[in-house]
């Protein structure tokens, strides 16, 4: 091979090499370019994933407190729903118990009037007797006696048909010491039990309102029974009752010139007091701080009620082994000086 050609054949080589290095060269670069693009793309796609990541890690934050919430609302709830069943249980059994005191309280009114034909009979033979009997006899003071505890009897069960008669509301005009006397007849055998003396302050015996003698007698009754309950062990009820001048809106208002005549009815007990916290609820109904089946929850709301529909006012101060004392305010007439009871 001559010179020349080994000349051309070098130059060709070195053009071809040439060409393959600026080839390569265009390779590197696109390569680079490539390697560029492509970290960007990872950059950007590591980027979504993180805040992906991050929106995930957020979300399962908050499905976490939604469901700790829930689990306290489902809690809370379920805690609702047991006290609403022991709630209904209670006043089921209250409501039971109160049906029972009802059909006990007709049967004892029906007996009472079952009472009155041998009672009756009784009294005129021992009228008879005492017709036949000289005073001077032995026998004649203890038929005198016996006389005595009949009538007693025969005011007794008088008294008792009377209360568990059913009807309209009948106002009339009424001494409320009379009432209390009456009242105070019928539990006698009860605060006798309990070892209860019974005092009674009245400022007068003439303590007349407008009122319903049944539902008067109700309220007494409810209130005398309370208060021995709340001294099993015995100890003194306190009866006081005054006329005063005061607003409607409560006894303890200044006296104005068109006040109203108030009567002011105060039964205080020595016994075991209230809890300052129960005080709020004693008139709502089916309320009650007595053992199961010892009391309804009815009693204090029933007076509530009343002295309601008197249009007076009731309140109760009491403190746990200090006794309680429970003031009933009543109007002796309304501003019209008629009637005034409400039986809306």
Same mark, same amino acid.
């Given at each position: 091979?001559?010179?020349?050609?080994?000349?051309?054949?070098?130059?060709?080589?070195?053009?071809?090499?040439?060409?393959?290095?600026?080839?390569?060269?265009?390779?590197?670069?696109?390569?680079?370019?490539?390697?560029?693009?492509?970290?960007?793309?990872?950059?950007?796609?590591?980027?979504?994933?993180?805040?992906?990541?991050?929106?995930?890690?957020?979300?399962?934050?908050?499905?976490?407190?939604?469901? !700790? &919430? *829930?689990?306290?609302? =489902?809690?809370?709830?379920?805690?609702? +729903?047991?006290?609403?069943?022991? /709630? @209904?249980?209670? #006043?089921?059994?209250?409501?039971?118990?109160?049906?029972?005191?009802?059909?006990?309280?007709?049967?004892?009114?029906?007996?009472?009037?079952?009472?009155?034909?041998?009672?009756?009979?009784?009294?005129?033979?021992?009228?008879?007797? !005492? &017709? *036949?009997?000289?005073? =001077?006899?032995?026998?004649?003071?203890? +038929?005198?006696?016996?006389?005595? /505890? @009949?009538?007693? #009897?025969?005011?007794?069960?008088?008294?008792?048909?009377?209360?568990?008669?059913?009807?309209?509301?009948?106002?009339?005009?009424?001494?409320?010491?009379?009432?209390?006397?009456?009242?105070?007849?019928?539990?006698?055998?009860?605060?006798?039990?309990?070892?209860?003396? =019974?005092?009674?302050?009245?400022?007068?015996?003439?303590?007349?309102?407008?009122?319903?003698?049944?539902?008067?007698?109700?309220?007494?009754?409810?209130?005398?029974?309370?208060?021995?309950?709340?001294?099993?062990?015995?100890?003194?009820?306190?009866?006081?009752?005054?006329?005063?001048?005061?607003?409607?809106?409560?006894?303890?208002?200044?006296?104005?010139?068109?006040?109203?005549?108030?009567?002011?009815?105060?039964?205080?007990?020595?016994?075991?007091?209230?809890?300052?916290?129960?005080?709020?609820?004693?008139?709502?109904?089916?309320?009650?701080?007595?053992?199961?089946?010892?009391?309804?929850?009815?009693?204090?709301?029933?007076?509530?009620?009343?002295?309601?529909?008197?249009?007076?006012?009731?309140?109760?101060?009491?403190?746990?082994?200090?006794?309680?004392?429970?003031?009933?305010?009543?109007?002796?007439?309304?501003?019209?000086?008629?009637?005034?009871?409400?039986?809306?």
């Amino acid at each position: 091979m001559s010179a020349s050609n080994l000349r051309r054949e070098l130059e060709q080589a070195r053009g071809t090499i040439r060409l393959m290095q600026d080839e390569l060269e265009e390779t590197n670069r696109g390569l680079v370019a490539l390697t560029v693009e492509l970290e960007k793309r990872v950059e950007a796609r590591t980027a979504e994933l993180r805040l992906t990541q991050e929106e995930l890690e957020k979300t399962n934050s908050e499905l976490l407190h939604l469901t !700790l &919430e *829930l689990e306290d609302r =489902v809690a809370e709830r379920t805690a609702q +729903l047991q006290s609403k069943n022991e /709630e @209904v249980k209670t #006043m089921s059994q209250q409501l039971w118990q109160a049906a029972k005191l009802a059909t006990m309280g007709e049967l004892a009114a029906s007996i009472a009037h079952e009472l009155n034909n041998p009672l009756a009979t009784v009294s005129l033979r021992i009228e008879s007797l !005492l &017709e *036949l009997c000289s005073p =001077v006899d032995p026998q004649h003071h203890t +038929l005198l006696i016996i006389q005595q /505890e @009949v009538e007693r #009897m025969a005011s007794l069960i008088a008294n008792l048909l009377q209360f568990s008669r059913r009807g309209t509301s009948r106002v009339s005009t009424l001494n409320l010491a009379d009432e209390i006397e009456k009242t105070l007849e019928l539990i006698q055998y009860l605060l006798r039990d309990h070892n209860i003396q =019974v005092v009674q302050e009245l400022a007068s015996n003439d303590l007349f309102i407008s009122a319903d003698r049944q539902k008067l007698r109700q309220l007494f009754l409810n209130l005398f029974t309370n208060a021995s309950d709340a001294m099993p062990q015995g100890g003194t009820l306190t009866i006081r009752g005054m006329i005063t001048q005061a607003a409607l809106s409560g006894a303890a208002a200044e006296p104005r010139a068109d006040a109203l005549s108030m009567v002011v009815i105060e039964i205080a007990d020595t016994g075991i007091g209230i809890a300052a916290e129960n005080l709020p609820r004693l008139g709502e109904a089916f309320f009650t701080t007595k053992p199961v089946g010892k009391g309804t929850g009815l009693g204090l709301a029933i007076c509530h009620r009343i002295v309601q529909e008197h249009k007076g006012s009731l309140d109760i101060l009491s403190e746990v082994n200090h006794g309680t004392t429970i003031r009933v305010v009543l109007p002796v007439r309304s501003e019209a000086g008629g009637g005034f009871l409400d039986e809306s």
